[in-house]
């Protein structure tokens, strides 16, 4: 396996769905908490990657094993099939993530309280679900739930407490929901636009995501309504005090996001505009990040 093929077998670009809510939950932790402790934060950072490349590992793994081609197993969209990775090089690089991932997070446990681990645990379990049991997340409707509120909330929540333990309450949970809703809603809709790209061929391997029961056309259409959403639950954050108004900094952003959507919804197929998913995700959070950042210089 070269290491251009190892990166893209753990899908290296998809880093940014990870790197994105630590951000913002570190910021949001100083402006909310005034707390901010580097080394857990830093900690985290790592045990965050290592699952993310660790699902999406699982992820490729186990269509490569269900496919029901050998066209589909030996594509561009498959990368153990087209760059001759074998089982037991995937089965490995899995283990060395997952054990880091693990070793690294009950450390941080033993630094913070049991409310990490409960965290950790629904992490772990949602990442396997996801891909592995005989009805995994990814090929029903809840695969954009699922890595909305995993990828997007839950990294942010684990990140805010990793710095203000072991002080935690469900008022801090609901409330770190609300303040990442307009980022992990983003994140959301980079699962969305992968579905809506792959729709023909989720139909012919027997993937019913949820745009194979919105129909193609409404798939596209719900990508744009899921940004507005986000958009409103920041403002509605911001009048409740959750997030401090340069939060509101974070609106700017929309002229680029409604013209990425834009470019996404007239020509939704993968290999085209997935990018602009992505791209909407990153410019929301670096103008949120401004938003938070410019509030602690207040």
């Known amino acids: 396996m070269t290491v251009k093929s190892l990166l893209k077998f753990v899908e290296i670009q998809s880093l940014v769905a990870s790197l994105l809510p630590l951000i913002l939950a570190n910021l949001y932790s100083l402006n ?58 995937a089965y490995l690089v899995l283990f060395i993530l997952v054990f880091f991932a693990g070793s690294v997070g009950l450390w941080l446990v033993s630094q913070t309280g049991w409310p990490l681990l409960i965290m950790g645990v629904i992490g772990f379990v949602v990442a396997y679900w996801y891909a592995g049991t005989p009805w995994p997340l990814s090929r029903t409707p809840f695969g954009e739930l699922a890595s909305g509120l995993t990828m997007g909330y839950l990294i942010f929540l684990a990140g ?29 809709d980079i699962m969305l636009a992968n579905n809506i790209g792959d729709y023909e061929e989720d139909l012919a391997e027997g993937r019913h995501t949820l745009p194979s029961y919105l129909g193609k056309a409404r798939a596209v259409k719900l990508f744009g309504w899921i940004y507005v959403m986000g ?68």
């Open 231 to 298: 958009y409103g639950l920041l403002i509605i954050a911001v009048l409740l005090r959750v997030l401090p108004w340069p939060a509101l900094i974070a609106l700017l952003s929309i002229p680029i996001v409604y013209k990425n959507t834009g470019r996404f919804q007239a020509d939704p197929a993968k290999g085209h505009n997935f990018i602009q998913a992505i791209r909407n995700a990153l410019v929301i959070s670096i103008f949120l990040a401004l938003g938070l950042g410019l509030a602690l210089c207040l």
């Open 160 to 188: 805010v407490y990793v710095n203000v333990a072991p002080s935690f309450s469900l008022s801090m949970a609901l409330k770190a929901m609300l303040a990442s809703a307009v980022a992990w809603f983003a994140i959301a």
């Open 32 to 89: 909310s908490y005034h707390q901010f402790n580097w080394l857990l934060a830093l900690a985290f950072a790592t045990v965050a990657f290592a699952l993310q490349m660790g699902v999406n590992v699982w992820n490729n793994l186990q269509d490569f094993k269900h496919a029901q081609s050998d066209d589909w197993k030996n594509g561009v969209n498959n990368i153990i099939g087209s760059a001759g990775i074998t089982e037991g090089q």
